[in-house]
């Protein structure tokens, strides 16, 4: 079976033009129609986004009958963090803290994804650091926790959000250290290079990514670049399609 996927940092529905309009982002969802989007920076109840529930707001105008929202941030009021919405039932959910030190709080949203009788996606939706040491240690937090270290070898595997990774400095450590392939990577005559996403108005960094490992195979991997994507967020979101 083909499962279609979106990973987007929304920047709390706030657009380039510093306004808060979760429609647009509604809209670029509609018109992508994955069967999951892994969601980063989703407010609930931040004065910011009108005190709204971003992660219900958008799931439900996308048709989305699951999700999850993982909460990283707490503010003066609200939360913000990673939200999991998905056309499949979702039968686990969990938060993983990745926050290292005294550094802004981190988190991975693992959720387990029934696909299909018998068929279940593990999916880690993750917003790592802005420093290559926290992100190495984040990384290593990740891999060693309970939900990652439970999966079998073979169980169809997604690790995929907002890595911050500029230089691509973990890509080592998931594709020859733990197994995974990249779906978000290019062959270039120089070697690899990640779809770019960030900023949004004129790319020039491959932040948001995706690796998966298990009985799974990526078809395609592209950015969304419509107009309205440009001003909707910092980030452009990245379709992916897998076969499961």
């Not at 892994?38 to 529930?53: F, H, I, K, M």
């Not at 219900?56 to 105008?61: F, G």
């Not at 803290?97 to 994804?113: P, V």
């Not at 990652?148 to 691509?168: L, M």
Request: net charge positive.
């Amino acid at each position: 079976m083909k499962i279609k996927m979106l990973t987007y940092n929304i920047h709390r529905a706030i657009g380039l033009d510093r306004r808060f309009k979760p429609e647009r982002i509604i809209q670029i969802i509609n018109e992508v129609n994955p069967n999951i989007a892994l969601l980063q920076e989703v407010d609930e109840g931040a004065p910011r986004s009108r005190e709204l529930n971003l992660a219900k707001e958008i799931a439900e105008a996308c048709g989305f009958p699951h999700y999850k929202l993982g909460h990283n941030v707490s503010l003066k009021k609200g939360y913000y963090g990673n939200a999991t919405l998905s056309k499949f039932p979702i039968s686990r959910e969990r938060n993983i803290n990745l926050t290292i030190d005294n550094k802004k709080r981190r988190g991975c949203q693992h959720t387990s994804i029934e696909v299909a009788a018998n068929k279940t996606l593990e999916v880690f939706n993750l917003h790592l650091g802005l420093s290559a040491k926290e992100r190495q240690k984040q990384a290593g937090l990740l891999t060693r926790s309970e939900e990652y270290q439970q999966i079998k070898k073979s169980t169809p595997c997604i690790v995929a959000g907002d890595f911050n990774d500029w230089r691509s400095l973990l890509r080592a450590l998931f594709i020859e250290g733990l197994g995974f392939t990249c779906a978000t990577d290019s062959t270039k005559y120089w070697g690899e290079s990640a779809i770019k996403t960030f900023p949004s108005f004129a790319p020039r960094g491959g932040l948001d990514r995706a690796y998966y490992k298990g009985k799974l195979d990526c078809l395609s991997a592209t950015r969304y670049e419509k107009n309205i994507a440009k001003i909707a967020s910092d980030h452009l979101p990245i379709v992916m399609e897998f076969e499961l």
